[in-house]
């Protein structure tokens, strides 16, 4: 079987499915957008495996295809991630045959990009996509490590004080959301708007919340998937005993209710106009910042924290979310400089110990040899 590219873009695969009485053929044509879905779909008709000509696939159709094998197993937005920085990244990659592609090449593209001003994370993700992409089709090229990429920028803002934020979303119309986030478990905006009432579940140990959900914003339409970022983000969480006041006062049909049935766009924007009427700037996601810092300034176990924000590893949340304040920084140089202002101190006293010492046997000294 072989596909061929259409003036629309799409590709089609011709596919002989037998033949008729008076010996015709039967023939069923089918259209994809991309070469390995086109072919795909063909070999379910046929259950034969599909076939690739990599000598003419080049690394957009590879990408391509790359992109529709992870359709159904990853994340709608995490596949509008990767529809995107196939579009825009590493561009001059796109119209080479992936079994011509050389070093030179992708350096070439990723100094394209950085020169347009994209940093090492996104040119990164780009080159990883492109290196993930041609292994499917089982072309190799070096790791990321044989690449000259832009400087990695690791700084994150201060965090604005946690009482001052809370002051302004408290009585708020975003005050649930807000808190769901910045109060149970560091929950991101996809989660808290993936929330049903019968996610709530009273037990021995008090009132949970399951996690399991996800109500992403996609280009602009909700997808709803029943599984979360990662699958150590499926997760119970206590129920704080305030914001479960919050969630019953709330009326509601049936269970299946979203706790917060509003759109992405309608939370954002109230809650950066109640943050910038206060003077105050942070990100919605920087809420689940608030979380991980606080818990960490109040000295909980760092696996407790990670299981309850649902972090894979220590890594992001240690690199990413944990941020340290500059006062905690002045406080804990005022202990270091406790320390060394006593060492200080007792040096000197040492010093001028000696220093009297010395003066008493010179002045010894020069009454026996004036006697």
């Known amino acids: 079987m072989k596909a061929y590219k259409l003036p629309s873009g799409k590709y089609r695969v011709q596919v002989l499915l037998g033949h008729d009485e008076e010996g015709k053929r039967i023939m069923k ?12 779909l063909a070999s379910e008709l046929t259950d034969r495996p599909p076939e690739f000509n990599t000598d ?73 996509l492109v290196r993930a992409a041609l292994a499917l ?10 690449f000259r990429f832009p400087p990695k920028k690791v700084s994150h ?41 019968s996610d709530l579940r009273e ?9 399991h959900r996800a109500r992403i914003c996609v280009n602009g339409k909700d997808v ?56 105050i700037k942070m990100t919605f996601h920087e809420l689940r910042a608030q979380f991980a810092t606080a818990m960490n300034d109040l000295g909980v176990r760092k696996e407790i924290l990670q299981m309850l924000g649902g972090w894979s590893t220590s890594k992001v949340l240690d690199e990413v979310y944990i941020r340290t304040p500059k006062s905690k920084l002045v406080e804990g140089m005022k202990v270091f400089d406790d320390f060394m202002n006593a060492l200080v101190a007792e040096c000197k006293a040492e010093q001028q110990t000696s220093e ?5 046997q010179n002045h010894t000294r020069c009454i026996v040899k004036t006697a």
Request: charged content about 30%; glycine content about 4%.
């Open 29 to 40: 044509s089918v259209c994809a957008k991309t070469e390995w879905e086109a072919l795909r």
């Open 56 to 128: 003419k696939m080049t690394v957009m159709d590879a990408l391509g295809s790359y992109i529709e094998s992870r359709r159904n197993i990853l994340s709608a937005s995490t596949i509008y991630g990767y529809e995107n920085c196939a579009k825009k990244r590493l561009s001059t990659l796109h119209d080479i045959p992936i079994t011509k592609v050389r070093r030179v090449d992708i350096q070439y593209a990723i100094n394209a990009d950085a020169e347009r001003g994209l940093g090492y994370k996104s040119i990164k993700s780009a080159f990883d």
């Open 137 to 146: 089709f089982d072309v190799e090229i070096p790791s990321s490590s044989h």
């Open 157 to 197: 803002s201060e965090l604005p004080d946690l009482k001052k934020v809370l002051s302004a979303l408290i009585g708020s119309s975003v005050e649930l959301p807000c808190l769901l986030a910045v109060w149970c478990g560091g929950m991101r905006i996809s989660e808290v708007r993936g929330l049903r009432y």
């Open 203 to 211: 037990t021995d140990d008090g009132w949970f919340i399951s996690l």
């Open 224 to 279: 709803l998937q029943e599984r979360n970022k990662t699958p150590k983000s499926t997760r119970d969480i206590p129920m704080p005993a305030y914001l479960l006041d919050l969630i019953q006062a709330k009326q509601h049909d049936n269970e299946d209710d979203f706790i917060i049935d509003e759109s992405y766009k309608a939370v954002k924007r109230r809650y950066d106009r109640i943050l910038k009427r206060n003077g």
């Open 356 to 360: 009297n010492h010395t003066e008493t």
